[in-house]
């Protein structure tokens, strides 16, 4: 059986950063009380003691492995990640990560600090060989859920290299998670033709076309709509800015739509749907965004997230073991690599475009 | 008065290009017609003879100012800009914009090709000093009509100095056009902070500080509608997708709401609320997108508007000759050019980023 999967029966033992985000201890307590109820897992929270067995105490518990696990402190949005890891080494998302590490734990989920999060993964578990920094994944809009966005947002000023990389590890994601046999791979540009785009797609492209990966070609921003592509390969300042235009074009719909229909629908119906299309492009706050490229399993949950997203973001957590996703992703990396390599040593374009990376 | 204004009560001469688009002349024709009714213009319909002459009659448009220029054929979209332009040096595009060129007109429309517009513009008009491209610019989601993007698509991989004069053009466009006095430029980044972002928008961060514009720093994806900023400065490379994606996020959702409200409201209301949604995401369709950075006035239609799109794009022709909004594009690019060779001269921050590129 594969060290980070989990393919058989038993129960999945997640590291809950209790103190992470807007709400915690209160919401990420009573969230992961939720997910008990949900999936098969071993719950071990990690946080200050007092408060988090406070919030505990309200649940009953009884017959369920909940384990507490102390830390002291937590890591804020507002602190420089890497510094503030140095400063506060018993920080809540630095124990609940070293239980991943020490093998205590299957997977560690946090609604805390992104920037800290990602830290700590790469202080603890390591990055995957060709990396430079972890990256954020998966499908990011409830009306297009079947089409993953890498990467959404950590990396800026992405060589080619990295691009096809993160091709790697969204095909992975598809197939594994998503269940979607040789997953289509798109790259994201302004047009559909070879030439399109700027320099940076324009050398991707030839990249992605002679490596294994079912690549497409170039898609366009309308194609997160279109299901032409499962995976759609930007760098993270373009993922970024799209996941946050969604949220606030999703914001703005739904705020049209209440006005529009306003007399036409009873208060609670026109609440629930304006609900429902600001949810439908807020997807990682109801199911976590995995992080790819480290060597274990790391869940983020949006900051704002209350009880539900985080039991949503555990459930993603539990399913990112089940399917074996490092592992699966650790040797699809390092099968890009290899080829990546006979290519150079060839006379081919791919080793004209490495070389000038 | 200025040469390209035209403040007076005299009717603005605008070119249209009547071939253009997926329903010319059909469709630009009956159009221009609808926007004899709505303002005070000359219209000089540009196009082959006969079909043209066609369409035509079908109004009856006595005591009105209509002219038809004749041309000789058309460029399509999938024609390559600069070799068609060669080719058919008699196409609808052309003698159109001829027209500006001579001072026979005082704006020109077009459906047609983007490409061989703005191909045609630079070629007849000539860029104003400082760019290497004409930009796109202006607001274009409906539920953020006060925001205005700048470049919308045409320029990829932009040095610093030009993503300050798409912020200059900007400007003038938020000022002139949108009446908004001193208009707020904000940089599209990933954080607010000014180290976040890519290596381009940092360079460009420095740049926008020291010049005289009301520049408030960095923006997110989200404040295209929190109306922080008047003015959204990215490369043409995001743009375009952002466009694409709203457009496409837009009709999404659309379908979303119109499934979610089937049997609560009537059929017609059903596809009113429908259509509305999707407008308010495509501006342009509605509008038209001016062309910034040529010396005379362009707007292009989306090809695929029907007459009351062709209508709405001539009403911003209008609109941009009567604000003089060349001249003053003109003027503002030239004190930003000045200001940043009187700092390159020092030895400021802005010298040292120049230098770079």
Chains 1, 2 share one sequence.
């Not at 009884?62 to 830390?71: A, D, E, F």
């Not at 594994?176 to 289509?184: A, D, Q, S, W, Y």
């Not at 760098?235 to 969604?246: P, R, S, Y």
């Not at 990112?320 to 490092?326: C, E, I, S």
Request: charged share 20%; hydrophobic share 40%; proline share 4%.
């Amino acid at each position: 059986m594969s060290v980070n999967g989990r393919s058989d029966d038993r129960p999945v033992r997640v590291a809950m950063d209790a103190m992470g985000g807007d709400f915690g201890p209160k919401e990420t307590v009573k969230g992961a009380i939720e997910a008990l109820g949900n999936d098969n897992i071993e719950l071990i929270l990690v946080g200050d003691q007092e408060p988090v067995q406070a919030e505990l105490d309200r649940y009953d518990t009884t017959g369920r492995s909940v384990t507490l696990v102390p830390s002291v402190d937590k890591i804020g949005d507002d602190e420089h990640p890497i510094r503030a890891l140095r400063s506060k080494p018993k920080a809540s998302i630095l124990v609940a990560t070293k239980l991943v590490k020490s093998g205590d734990a299957d997977v560690v989920v946090s609604m805390g600090s992104t920037g800290a999060s990602m830290a700590s993964s790469v202080f603890l578990l390591g990055l995957m060989d060709g990396l430079e920094r972890p990256c954020l994944g998966g499908p990011f809009l409830g009306v297009a859920p079947g089409t993953v966005m890498v990467d959404a947002g950590s990396n800026m000023d992405c060589r080619p290299a990295l691009m096809l990389s993160f091709a790697a590890l969204g095909s992975v994601f598809a197939h594994r998670f998503l269940g979607i046999e040789n997953p289509r791979i798109g790259l994201l540009s302004v047009g559909a033709e070879e030439a399109k785009g700027n320099k940076q797609v324009q050398e991707s492209f030839a990249l992605l076309k002679e490596s294994h990966l079912n690549f497409i070609g170039n898609v366009e921003g309308m194609d997160f709509f279109t299901g032409r592509a499962d995976v759609i390969v930007c760098d993270g300042f373009v993922g970024n800015i799209l996941m946050k235009f969604a949220e606030g074009l999703g914001g703005a719909l739904s705020g049209f739509v209440q006005e529009r229909l306003a007399g036409s629908l009873s208060p609670q119906d026109l609440a629930k749907i304006s609900d429902d299309l600001w949810q439908t492009t807020n997807m990682p706050r109801t199911m976590g965004g995995p992080l790819f490229g480290v060597n274990g399993a790391v869940v983020l949950g949006h900051g704002s997230c209350e009880a539900s997203g985080v039991a949503g973001a555990i459930h993603t957590a539990v399913r990112y073991v089940r399917v074996g996703l490092v592992d699966s992703m650790r040797e699809e990396l390092s099968q890009i690599h290899k080829n990546q390599q006979t290519a150079s040593e060839g006379s081919g374009a791919a080793a004209k475009v490495k070389a000038k990376n």
